[in-house]
């Protein structure tokens, strides 16, 4: 799924308009009927009180449309216009006019802090004050209206997005932006539910499809989107009948060190469960019966040295070669990299102390060769491009650096997001059970199983990011999140694979379940 731009949002509006030769009032009418019945059908006519805040462009047109309807269909609905400018929007107008057709009681003025209305815990807030439009810093008095939304605990619905945020920077206090219990976003999601610094505005959220033109959300670039199982489902490779282990390649995975010999019998193991055909670990000597004994179906290699890596020689032909989990940084560690990295042909998946080597040794970055996969987590990120002023910043940095030197950047996180170049595509499955000790190494052992079978590094990483989430998801159904571990979902690698092909449960009417019951 794509995440549209605030100006390709406008831009899709326009052309369906003129397309499907409406107007922008009836499109409007069009997005709030769809809230309308998003509502309707969870309530069914319960006459909580529903207090609707309207701004005075078209979000707060929106919520007119969405309170009319509300209005003529019994609910109990108080309207309010939040008055912080004199301009208005023509289609707030339009609506403005035609909700007082429908009630004597008009929307309520709102000026200043005191005329902030009385609202109760088991009361409905909807939010649609500002929306995407937002392009001005915000007046006191409406941010202390968002404080008494939070004060009031009432349930918050927010229309498009929570209001007070800006769709493409980080709010510089809390306290102003409507903190959404739910978000109904028009079309498309919208990148700030992905980022950690805004995710947090909204519990949950929703797409309402408004009937946008489809040959104009097929055929739009944009610079997000949203990885899910109906974008990788045509990913898969499936296998033929009369194949052998030759066929789905030889991933090498190097890493380990005294005490973390671990690392690589996670990644090696999640390699081999992804489908990699053949699988070397190249560790010190230390590690060597660990891995012999732990992962019969891998083979192994050693360094000279007993505890570390100090000379990286094979005699294997890898198809990818994953370097990093547990190798630490000491300096023959980081000289045996170097010389490495000077003669090394095959493509690499780089990980944990593999980048904070290239941190350190940022000239080592030029030696990569195109379309490497740098899997780094958050701090080993800011060592590699420095600080960032906050999560839209952070991408522009990581853009920089994936187009100056040919990488993919996968940002690990609770929504990982893939840098290519200019693109960027956010994952969708994964929990916070997964924040445990060594699931970054199953993810780059994923991903090297993944390329050795000949999915291209791109298409490796964000298959591999997809299916180490899915089976995350799948495992913590049996274990809970506290109880999750890396090996867990290693073990579950299978089903996320089998989930591919899955179709959705048809919905059940009650007559049904209830013979079922009997």
Same mark, same amino acid.
């Given at each position: 799924?794509?995440?549209?731009?605030?100006?390709?949002?406008?831009?899709?509006?326009?052309?369906?308009?003129?397309? %499907?030769?409406?107007?922008?009032?009836?499109?409007?009418?069009?997005?709030?009927?769809?809230?309308?019945?998003?509502?309707?059908?969870?309530?069914?006519?319960?006459?909580?009180?529903?207090?609707?805040?309207?701004?005075?462009?078209?979000?707060?047109?929106?919520?007119?449309?969405?309170?009319?309807?509300?209005?003529?269909?019994?609910?109990?609905?108080?309207?309010?216009?939040?008055?912080?400018?004199?301009?208005?929007?023509?289609?707030?107008?339009?609506?403005?006019?035609?909700?007082?057709?429908?009630?004597?009681?008009?929307?309520?003025?709102?000026?200043?802090?005191?005329?902030?209305?009385?609202?109760?815990?088991?009361?409905?807030?909807?939010?649609?004050?500002?929306?995407?439009?937002?392009?001005?810093?915000?007046?006191?008095?409406? @941010?202390?209206?968002?404080?008494?939304? @939070?004060?009031?605990?009432?349930?918050?619905?927010?229309?498009?997005?929570?209001?007070?945020?800006?769709?493409?920077?980080?709010?510089?206090?809390?306290?102003?932006?409507?903190?959404?219990?739910?978000?109904?976003?028009?079309?498309?999601?919208?990148?700030?539910?992905?980022?950690?610094?805004?995710?947090?505005?909204?519990? %949950?959220?929703?797409?309402?499809?408004?009937?946008?033109?489809?040959?104009?959300?097929?055929?739009?670039?944009?610079?997000?989107?949203?990885?899910?199982?109906?974008?990788?489902?045509?990913?898969?490779?499936?296998?033929?009948?009369?194949?052998?282990?030759?066929?789905?390649?030889?991933?090498?995975?190097?890493?380990?060190?005294?005490?973390?010999?671990?690392?690589?019998?996670?990644?090696?193991?999640?390699?081999?469960?992804?489908?990699?055909?053949?699988?070397?670990?190249?560790?010190?000597?230390?590690?060597?019966?660990?891995?012999?004994?732990?992962?019969?179906?891998?083979?192994? =290699?050693?360094?000279?040295?007993?505890?570390?890596?100090?000379?990286?020689?094979?005699?294997?032909?890898?198809?990818?070669?994953? /370097?990093?989990?547990?190798?630490?940084?000491?300096?023959?560690?980081?000289?045996?990299?170097?010389?490495?990295?000077?003669?090394?042909?095959?493509?690499?998946?780089?990980?944990?102390?593999?980048?904070?080597?290239?941190? @350190?040794?940022?000239?080592?970055?030029?030696?990569?060769?195109?379309?490497?996969?740098?899997?780094?987590?958050?701090?080993?990120?800011?060592?590699?491009?420095?600080?960032?002023?906050?999560?839209?910043? @952070?991408?522009?940095?990581?853009?920089?650096?994936?187009?100056?030197?040919?990488? =993919?950047?996968?940002?690990?996180?609770?929504?990982?997001?893939?840098?290519?170049?200019?693109?960027?595509?956010?994952?969708?499955?994964?929990?916070?059970?997964?924040?445990?000790?060594?699931?970054?190494?199953?993810?780059?052992?994923?991903?090297?199983?993944?390329?050795?079978?000949?999915?291209?590094?791109?298409?490796?990483?964000? /298959?591999?990011?997809?299916?180490?989430?899915?089976?995350?998801?799948?495992?913590?159904?049996?274990?809970?999140?506290?109880?999750?571990?890396?090996?867990?979902?290693?073990?579950?690698?299978?089903?996320? /694979?089998?989930?591919? /092909?899955?179709?959705?449960?048809?919905? %059940?009417?009650?007559?049904?379940?209830?013979?079922?019951?009997?």
């Amino acid at each position: 799924m794509k995440i549209l731009s605030k100006q390709q949002i406008y831009e899709g509006d326009k052309i369906t308009a003129d397309k %499907q030769s409406i107007s922008s009032t009836e499109l409007m009418e069009r997005a709030a009927i769809q809230i309308f019945n998003w509502m309707h059908m969870r309530m069914q006519g319960a006459q909580v009180p529903i207090h609707v805040f309207c701004g005075i462009g078209n979000n707060g047109g929106d919520g007119l449309v969405l309170a009319r309807h509300l209005i003529t269909h019994g609910y109990n609905v108080n309207t309010y216009v939040i008055n912080y400018s004199d301009k208005r929007s023509k289609d707030f107008l339009v609506n403005y006019d035609r909700i007082k057709h429908v009630t004597k009681n008009w929307p309520v003025l709102l000026t200043d802090d005191d005329s902030l209305p009385e609202i109760h815990p088991d009361d409905i807030i909807v939010d649609a004050v500002f929306g995407i439009g937002l392009n001005r810093p915000i007046i006191e008095w409406v @941010k202390h209206l968002f404080q008494h939304f @939070k004060k009031s605990k009432a349930f918050t619905l927010s229309i498009d997005i929570p209001s007070g945020i800006f769709p493409d920077q980080v709010p510089e206090k809390e306290d102003d932006v409507v903190w959404a219990n739910y978000t109904l976003s028009f079309q498309t999601p919208k990148l700030l539910f992905f980022l950690p610094e805004t995710a947090k505005y909204t519990v %949950q959220w929703e797409v309402l499809d408004i009937g946008i033109d489809p040959d104009y959300l097929l055929h739009t670039v944009t610079e997000y989107e949203l990885i899910g199982k109906h974008e990788m489902l045509p990913v898969y490779k499936p296998r033929e009948k009369f194949s052998n282990k030759g066929v789905y390649g030889h991933s090498l995975i190097i890493g380990g060190s005294y005490g973390k010999i671990g690392a690589v019998t996670l990644a090696s193991r999640a390699a081999l469960s992804s489908g990699a055909g053949l699988v070397t670990a190249f560790v010190p000597k230390c590690g060597y019966q660990i891995l012999q004994s732990s992962l019969p179906e891998a083979m192994v =290699i050693t360094d000279p040295d007993e505890e570390r890596l100090t000379n990286i020689k094979y005699d294997v032909e890898p198809s990818v070669i994953a /370097f990093g989990v547990g190798v630490g940084i000491e300096a023959k560690t980081i000289a045996a990299f170097e010389e490495f990295l000077k003669t090394n042909k095959s493509p690499l998946v780089i990980d944990a102390d593999g980048i904070n080597i290239l941190a @350190k040794k940022k000239a080592l970055l030029k030696l990569l060769p195109g379309q490497t996969v740098l899997t780094p987590h958050p701090k080993e990120l800011e060592r590699l491009i420095g600080k960032w002023k906050d999560d839209f910043d @952070k991408l522009k940095k990581v853009k920089v650096l994936s187009k100056k030197y040919n990488l =993919i950047v996968v940002i690990k996180g609770a929504n990982t997001i893939t840098i290519y170049k200019d693109k960027g595509y956010v994952n969708t499955t994964g929990n916070p059970g997964m924040a445990t000790a060594g699931t970054g190494d199953v993810l780059t052992g994923v991903i090297t199983g993944l390329i050795a079978q000949g999915y291209e590094p791109l298409e490796g990483a964000l /298959f591999g990011i997809y299916l180490h989430g899915k089976a995350a998801d799948i495992a913590v159904e049996i274990s809970g999140y506290q109880s999750l571990i890396a090996s867990h979902v290693i073990e579950s690698l299978g089903d996320a /694979f089998l989930d591919l /092909f899955k179709l959705p449960e048809p919905p %059940q009417n009650e007559n049904q379940s209830e013979e079922q019951e009997k």
